[in-house]
């Protein structure tokens, strides 16, 4: 079992890295920092991934909380990825 767990975490380890690459390429392609928080799109992959849970039979409620969690990480992250290029351009000009 353990073994198992442990395959499966690095495959939700390489799914995660793929997701915040997709965090980076947003950062980069929003001209405001306003843009990264959107409180409807949270609720809309909050929502499917408590469809997609249900569909699976899985807990529902634990996988929402955890997509609250990861969605709540990934804007921070996409914010500070934002800030960091914005940064940068200044810099250049």
């Known amino acids: 079992v353990r073994a198992g767990v442990d395959a499966l975490d690095r495959r939700i380890v390489a799914l995660l890295a793929e997701r915040f690459r997709y965090m980076d390429a947003a950062a980069r392609i929003k001209r405001e920092r306003g843009e ?41 992250y996409e914010l500070a990825r934002f800030d960091a290029s914005a940064r940068a351009k200044a810099l250049a000009e």
Do not use: G
Not at 38 to 57: F, M, P, T
Not at 62 to 69: N, S, V
């Open 36 to 76: 990264v928080r959107d409180e409807a799109r949270k609720a809309e992959v909050i929502a499917n991934a408590r469809a997609a849970a249900k569909a699976a039979q899985a807990p529902e409620a634990e996988i929402a909380a955890l997509y609250e969690m990861l969605v709540e990480t990934s804007i921070a």
